[in-house]
């Protein structure tokens, strides 16, 4: 499966997780690094023709 992302979602997704505001940045905090009850979380990442704002999965025992 070929994977595709428009270049301008790149850069979207790039500006918004640059752009945080004080109170996202004390979130990602608490919950990169799967803190939060063993979830993997994403933020602002493109996927297919569309922009996700957030995601988790629940892949605990998945190394990547």
């Known amino acids: 499966m070929e994977r595709y992302l428009h270049y301008s979602l790149i850069h979207l997704a790039r500006k ?7 109170a996202e940045g ?3 905090e608490q919950v990169r690094g799967r803190r939060l009850n063993g979830l ?3 933020r602002q ?7 996700r704002a ?3 999965s ?7």
Do not use: M, N, Q
């Open 58 to 64: 629940s892949d605990v025992g998945r190394r990547e």
């Open 26 to 28: 004390v979130l990602w």
């Open 54 to 56: 957030h995601s988790a």
């Open 16 to 22: 918004l997780r640059k752009g945080a505001t004080e």
């Open 40 to 42: 993997k979380f994403r």
């Open 45 to 51: 990442h493109p996927i297919g023709s569309h922009k």
